[in-house]
């Protein structure tokens, strides 16, 4: 069974940087793309930032030129750098993983559990 695990999270002050990490673990065969969502409390789950096992990657334009994502494909994990950040930033970032688990079947989404950022004074 595969799973993703998340860390990094935590309270940061306003103009702080944190870093995430994503860990994929189990019966892997292949991960196409990793990507990290963040959801505020009221508001609807939106992608931050994506990375595929080429290494092309998107950012969502609030935050752009505040984030890095990147990932190890030998360590099977990503991790999102992120700085300068708001109140606003303030929700709990979730990973997803495309990936497949045999030659034969198809791909799948997998979600994390989840970790909060908090950003306040």
């Known amino acids: 069974q595969v799973q993703l695990v998340e860390s990094g999270g935590g309270l940061v002050q306003p103009g702080g940087s944190l870093t995430l990490s994503c860990a994929a673990s189990?019966?892997?065969?292949?991960?196409?793309?990793m990507a990290w969502y963040r959801q505020a409390p009221g508001k609807q789950r939106e992608l931050v930032a994506g990375i595929t096992s080429r290494g092309s990657t998107n950012y969502a334009d609030s935050m752009k030129g505040r984030c890095t994502i990147s990932g190890d494909n030998a360590k099977n994990t990503a991790y999102l750098q992120m700085y300068s950040l708001k109140p606003e930033d303030t929700a709990v970032y979730y990973c997803k993983a495309i990936l497949t688990d045999s030659a034969t079947e198809p791909s799948y989404d997998l979600w994390g559990q989840g970790t909060q950022v908090s950003v306040s004074i």
């Open positions: 189990g019966s892997i065969f292949s991960i196409w793309g």
